[in-house]
């Protein structure tokens, strides 16, 4: 049992992680270079672990069920709560509009046949998912396991495909013209501590608790891993062509059926985090706000399905929002009310960080200085 519920809770936190931010990686990682892009991973991989493991000690520290903004408010008041629902509502919104956004363009790519528009499928991909974040978190475990699993499998068809086309000459070590390119793409796929929460929940006792800090760490090492590989047989085969998506830069290359299990691939990461941050978004507004159950997972569906029918359908640009302005806000805060759950918190933690405050201020440098890299 103890083995089961923790395979279902990395898969939540993993699913989480993995989803629209890994197609943009190798189109960002050709034009600023491999070196870049492995710093960035190094980096930033270790400020986001450390980031998840802080959000983790603050909800072992904190007896009532909560999600980042009522954190902010136990914490840091009343302001904090208000500034944090902010940036956390808009960017769960800017995020699940993102994953409707492309798959729609996945399911174009896979039921090509039916000469269907993407708008229409993304349509239906809505409705799918909806369904889920309306039953709850008891139906999306299973189903974030199948779907992990699945993803996994069709990454592995996608590598054996790739490997015999990689070419080492498409490979550009350094290019200092897209030095800051990087950060807003990587920032983004690597959060998932919105996960954090929903995942201590699934434990009930104080020793299931205890697996939460190895969770975490392996689920962000798989995470890095997975996007870094990636990223290489991408740009490995299509080079300069690569585009920002990924895919279509591999279609000269691999033809048709492989485009195809990208699709696949890309459908279940979109679906997998769909679920996560759409059912995060559902019960922050009804843990923090007391909004019925209902009505927030009216809202948490209908807000970004609004945004779409409206006209916003911007991959790009919604990614570079979520992964700069909102990530560095979210991981400022949660360092914030790191530092103050140290002292006011109502529980003992099943396990309790030592970390330096130099090292958390860095970190608060690295969001600042990262987010307005982005401006240039």
Not at 72 to 80: P, T
Not at 87 to 111: K, N, R, S
Not at 172 to 183: A, E, K, Q, R
Request: glycine share 8%.
């Amino acid at each position: 049992m103890k083995i089961k519920k923790s395979l279902l809770s990395a898969s939540i936190l993993l699913g989480t992680i993995v989803g629209a931010g890994i197609f943009g990686i190798p189109y960002v990682i050709a034009k600023s270079g491999v070196i870049p892009g492995f710093f960035y991973f190094l980096i930033l991989g270790g400020a986001v672990l450390l980031i998840h493991l802080l959000f983790g000690e603050i909800v072992l520290r904190t007896r009532e069920t909560r999600r980042l903004p009522g954190y902010a408010e136990k914490y840091l008041g009343a302001r904090g709560k208000v500034l944090i629902t902010i940036f956390t509502v808009f960017g769960l919104i800017g995020a699940l509009l993102v994953y409707i956004i492309l798959a729609g363009d996945f399911l174009e790519i896979i039921f090509s046949f039916l000469n269907l528009p993407s708008f229409y499928l993304s349509l239906i991909f809505w409705v799918f998912l909806s369904f889920f974040i309306f039953r709850g978190i008891k139906s999306i475990a299973p189903a974030q396991l199948f779907m992990n699993i699945m993803f996994f499998f069709i990454i592995a068809l996608i590598f054996c495909f790739a490997a015999p086309n990689l070419n080492i000459q498409n490979f550009i070590l350094f290019d200092v013209s897209h030095i800051f390119l990087p950060y807003g793409v990587i920032m983004f796929s690597l959060i998932g501590w919105q996960a954090i929460p929903i995942i201590s929940e699934t434990f009930k006792s104080s020793d299931e608790k205890k697996n939460l800090k190895k969770i975490t760490v392996s689920a962000i090492f798989t995470a890095i891993a997975l996007y870094f590989l990636f990223a290489l047989i991408v740009v490995g085969v299509s080079g300069k062509a690569t585009t920002p998506e990924a895919l279509q830069g591999l279609l000269p290359f691999l033809g048709q059926k492989i485009i195809i299990l990208g699709a696949l691939f890309g459908l279940f990461a979109a679906a997998t985090s769909f679920l996560i941050l759409g059912n995060c978004l559902k019960n922050t507004l009804f843990y923090d706000y007391k909004i019925p159950k209902f009505s927030a997972a009216f809202i948490a569906c209908g807000a970004p399905l609004l945004l779409f029918l409206i006209g916003f359908r911007s991959f790009i640009e919604t990614i570079g929002f979520v992964g700069t302005l909102v990530g560095a806000v979210e991981g400022i805060a949660i360092i914030l009310i790191f530092k103050k759950a140290k002292v006011l918190g109502d529980r003992k933690p099943e396990y309790s960080l030592k970390i330096p405050s130099v090292l958390l201020y860095f970190l608060i440098i690295i969001f600042i200085f990262g987010a307005i890299s982005q401006v240039f």
